[in-house]
């Protein structure tokens, strides 16, 4: 009897790939994050040499310590933050960061990005929304990023969403467009499962939600 080869090495594939991917890109980051950990204890050397010998040169050797001591970091400097006194110290230090001259604007920049897309009570980032692009006819997934404002906002006539529109399969980059609000439709899966479905190249649909209204495009 001939065996199903073929079968056989597309289904262990089926199994083995997602483990595989998965484990290489944990340890991309753990890398990453060593090498970082790496270049500071480097910098400290001659900082906190007694007699030419490094007291925490070890350290180097440890895989993943890296991730573990920044992980340490944003857990201290969450609980810092979360007193009087913490937040008192973060306010001077972003004084001190937008008053130097070219760091402010790209600290200033990258902290309302951040606060945006962080924030417990922003939209960014919050909803699925199905949108006509590159042109009408053809549909993509896209998030809710907000609502064009200030000058922009009064070019506008109308209701108008901020919408970012990721590449496939690398959802990291891709475009920002500011669509009518009636042009868009709101989608009830959630952020992570259109993730999945951007990424997997509509491979992978989420489940179906049974109050999802029937698909009716925009005039």
Same mark, same amino acid.
């Given at each position: 009897m001939k065996l199903p080869i073929k079968k056989y090495l597309l289904a262990g594939l089926l199994v083995w790939l997602p483990l595989a991917i998965t484990i290489w890109v944990l340890h991309w980051l753990v890398g990453l994050l060593d090498s970082v950990f790496l270049g500071m204890m480097y910098g400290l050397d001659s900082v906190i040499s007694v007699g030419g010998v490094n007291p925490v040169a070890g350290l180097r050797d $440890?895989?993943?310590l890296g991730v573990g001591l920044i992980l340490l970091l944003l857990l201290l400097t969450g609980a810092l933050v979360s007193n009087v006194a913490g937040r008192w110290l $973060?306010? &001077? #230090?972003?004084? @001190?960061?937008?008053?130097?001259?070219? $760091?402010k604007s790209i600290y200033t920049s990258? +902290? +309302?990005? =951040?606060?945006? @897309?962080? =924030? =417990?009570n922003g939209n960014a980032f919050r909803k699925a929304v199905m949108l006509q692009y590159p042109r009408a006819?053809? #549909?993509?997934?896209g998030f809710q990023?907000?609502?064009?404002? !200030?000058? /922009? !906002? &009064?070019? @506008?006539?109308?209701e108008w969403m901020s919408v970012y529109v990721p590449t496939t399969p690398n959802p990291t980059s891709g475009f920002f467009l500011m669509v009518p609000r009636a042009d868009v439709i709101e989608l009830s899966m959630s952020v992570d499962e259109a993730l999945t479905? /951007?990424?997997s190249m509509g491979a992978v649909a989420p489940d179906a939600q049974t109050d999802t209204p029937p698909l009716n495009p925009p005039a």
């Amino acid at each position: 009897m001939k065996l199903p080869i073929k079968k056989y090495l597309l289904a262990g594939l089926l199994v083995w790939l997602p483990l595989a991917i998965t484990i290489w890109v944990l340890h991309w980051l753990v890398g990453l994050l060593d090498s970082v950990f790496l270049g500071m204890m480097y910098g400290l050397d001659s900082v906190i040499s007694v007699g030419g010998v490094n007291p925490v040169a070890g350290l180097r050797d $440890v895989p993943g310590l890296g991730v573990g001591l920044i992980l340490l970091l944003l857990l201290l400097t969450g609980a810092l933050v979360s007193n009087v006194a913490g937040r008192w110290l $973060v306010r &001077q #230090w972003d004084r @001190l960061f937008t008053q130097i001259p070219i $760091v402010k604007s790209i600290y200033t920049s990258v +902290k +309302k990005v =951040s606060d945006t @897309l962080f =924030s =417990s009570n922003g939209n960014a980032f919050r909803k699925a929304v199905m949108l006509q692009y590159p042109r009408a006819g053809s #549909w993509t997934i896209g998030f809710q990023t907000g609502s064009p404002s !200030g000058e /922009v !906002g &009064q070019h @506008l006539d109308g209701e108008w969403m901020s919408v970012y529109v990721p590449t496939t399969p690398n959802p990291t980059s891709g475009f920002f467009l500011m669509v009518p609000r009636a042009d868009v439709i709101e989608l009830s899966m959630s952020v992570d499962e259109a993730l999945t479905y /951007v990424i997997s190249m509509g491979a992978v649909a989420p489940d179906a939600q049974t109050d999802t209204p029937p698909l009716n495009p925009p005039a």
